[in-house]
């Protein structure tokens, strides 16, 4: 058996990564409510009431770290200002009609969608009327 290992000074060195079972670290201040099977030694709160009033004022009073790779910008501060939030959401309130105009405009260009529509069996082995 042949072993391929780098060598030079450029080359990283083999370490041994120790994994431990410790509880990662929250990202939000309170921590959020746990899913159904976790408990507060998994670092989420157990006790509250599962309503949409409540989940809303819980998450506003909330300091989270922002996730920069699934939010599309991050507040310069943990709490975002009220006002920052509004004109965001006025920024983008156009853009999800945009988004269907064009997706409508697509369909009625494809000469696919048009014509006669042709039976369709969906189930396996079906037969046609």
Known sequence: MMRIKPSGAGAPSATSERKTDGV?????????????GYTASDGC??????????????????????DTEHMFDC??????????????????????????????????RNPYMSGEKLPVAAKKGSTLP
Do not use: H, W
Not at 47 to 52: G, I, L, P, R, S
């Open 45 to 66: 709160l157990e006790e509250f009431q599962n309503t949409a009033a409540f989940s809303r004022n819980y998450q506003a009073m909330q300091e989270c770290m922002c």
């Open 24 to 36: 990662l670290p929250a990202y939000c201040n309170p921590p959020n409510p746990c899913p159904l």
């Open 75 to 108: 507040p310069d501060t943990t709490r975002d200002t009220e006002i920052g939030a509004l004109a965001r959401s006025i920024q983008n309130e156009g853009v999800l009609d945009t988004t269907i105009d064009k997706i409508v405009n697509e369909m009625r």
